[in-house]
């Protein structure tokens, strides 16, 4: 299992601001600056197909909460 993979597997409701220190913590394992992860960041956020990642993950959550509430205020 490969860092990116058990940081998925985090549970979703890991506070932002954890999963930020949990970053942080690996970026200075790896040895990577603060320049150095600007610039990833940069070149990621740019990225088209990121970009539509990140957008189908956003869909599918809302769909799930739509559909997680539509079911709970049928049946409760």
Known sequence: MDVK???DALPMNVLP????SLI????KELRVSD?????LLA????????????F??????????FLEDLISSQFF
């Not at 070149?43 to 990140?54: F, L, S, T």
């Open 5 to 7: 993979q058990v940081f």
């Open 17 to 20: 601001q954890e999963k930020e």
């Open 24 to 27: 942080t913590e690996l970026r």
């Open 35 to 39: 320049e150095e992860h600007r610039e």
């Open 43 to 54: 070149r990621v956020n740019a990225d088209d197909m990121i970009r539509r990642i990140r």
């Open 56 to 65: 189908s993950f956003f869909m599918k959550y809302l769909l799930r909460r």
